[in-house]
Every structure is written in C-alpha cells, then in structure tokens.
T-cell receptor, first 116, second 114 residues
Framework: DAGVTQSPTHLIKTRGQQVTLRCSPKSGHDTVSWYQQALGQGPQFIFQYYEEEERQRGNFPDRFSGHQFPNYSSELNVNALLLGDSALYLC???????????????FGPGTRLTVT | AQSVSQHNHHVILSEAASLELGCNYSYGGTVNLFWYVQYPGQHLQLLLKYFSGDPLVKGIKGFEAEFIKSKFSFNLRKPSVQWSDTAEYFCAVRMDTGRRALTFGSGTRLQVQP
C-alpha cells in the first residue's frame, strides 16, 4: 500500500518563475492538504482540497493556488516566485467524513523548492 | 491568533535519560492533539494522537503524552531515550472540527548522545 507520494523531490527555480508540485494521496484517502515548511520551522498550512474544491486556506497569498483531480491527486502552483518561497512543501492526505474530525493526516516526503 | 508553542528548541540527552518535551496551545475549544516525528532525511511520521477519553495516550516506540486541559498542554514523554530517537519532534493541534488544518509548533530538535 503506497503512502503519500510527491514529485519532484527537488526543484530549483529563478525568482519570478512559476512552479507546479504534485501529490498523490494514500490509498483510500480523498482529502489533500498542502503545507510549507521553512528551514527550522514547523509546517504551515497553505490550503486543503476535497471533492476537487479548495475547502480551507491558510494565510498565503493568491500566488499560491491548487487543484485536485477526480482521482484525488493534487497540484500546488506558485506564481511569481520570491526568494522567500524557498522551503520544503509537504502534502498530507486524509479521509474526510470521519465524525468529529477524528482523523490523522499522513505526510509525504516533500518537495524541496529553492528559489534563486 | 491560535498558536502552538514548543518551548524547547534543542534538547541534548544521553542514552537512557528520560525525555519530556513541552507543548502548549492557545485555544479554549475542542482540540485534537498530535505529536509528529521527523527523523533525519525522512518524512513526518505520526507518533501519537489524542482525540478524547483517557488524557494519557501511548504511541509508537515507547512514547506517551499527557493532555492537561487546564494547562492547555500536551507534553511528550519517554522514560529512556535511545540514540535512534535523534530527530525533530513537532506538536500539532487541530483547533476545532470545523477547521481541518493542523497548526504546528516550531519543533524541538532532540539529539541523543551514545
């Protein structure tokens, strides 16, 4: 049973460029959340997708957008990259609908984005 | 704003020493609580979780945590650490059932010396 997978593993981009990161959730999961983890910090919530719609969003600008496909996989897009966008981007999957929010999120290995 | 605080940023212990890592959150409503571990070069893994019931929860690899509602705390403990416990530990809180995102603390780097 494959866990959460992300691609690519590493990415180097130039300031002002655009980037797309990909995530496949764990089998049986239908909800995907994206987090940004800067060096030496804990992950920060970007947004969450369920039923192909963005359901919740953290404190990130509109340059960060996403998409969820019918097979539950997801993409994170970042436009007009800034040096400060350099971070580890984590995808987490879960199964929505469990009563009382009693579910856990499973994390992928992340994509290390470096903006130069 | 809701937040999670981990007061110990870097902890160095010798093998067999006891461990306690602090975690406090600022939110008065219902919470789900988690501890994640990130071993060097690996992805975040769930150590243990608390949803309701017995405030003392046991996780994998001999770790346990105690939820003290009056103190808004969820401290992680292990009676005797091993060199293989060297990792970064993150406390995370889901503040209420309406918001499904996790709010993480800044992490504690644990270094266990043989």
């Amino acid at each position: 049973d494959a866990g959460v997978t992300q691609s690519p593993t590493h990415l180097i981009k130039t300031r002002g460029q655009q980037v797309t990161l990909r995530c496949s959730p764990k089998s049986g999961h239908d909800t995907v959340s994206w987090y940004q983890q800067a060096l030496g910090q804990g992950p920060q919530f970007i947004f969450q997708y369920y039923e192909e719609e963005e359901r919740q969003r953290g404190n990130f600008p509109d340059r960060f957008s996403g998409h969820q496909f019918p097979n539950y996989s997801s993409e994170l897009n970042v436009n007009a990259l800034l040096l400060g966008d350099s971070a580890l981007y984590l995808c987490a999957s879960s199964r929505r609908g469990l009563a009382g929010g009693r579910y856990e999120q499973y994390f992928g290995p992340g994509t290390r984005l470096t903006v130069t | 704003a809701q937040s999670v605080s981990q007061h110990n940023h870097h902890v160095i212990l010798s093998e067999a020493a006891s461990l306690e890592l602090g975690c406090n959150y600022s939110y008065g409503g219902t919470v789900n609580l988690f501890w994640y571990v990130q071993y060097p070069g690996q992805h975040l893994q769930l150590l243990l979780k608390y949803f309701s019931g017995d405030p003392l929860v046991k996780g994998i690899k001999g770790f346990e945590a105690e939820f003290i509602k009056s103190k808004f705390s969820f401290n992680l403990r292990k009676p005797s650490v091993q060199w293989s416990d060297t990792a970064e530990y993150f406390c995370a809180v889901r503040m209420d059932t309406g918001r499904r995102a996790l709010t993480f603390g800044s992490g504690t780097r644990l270094q266990v010396q043989p």
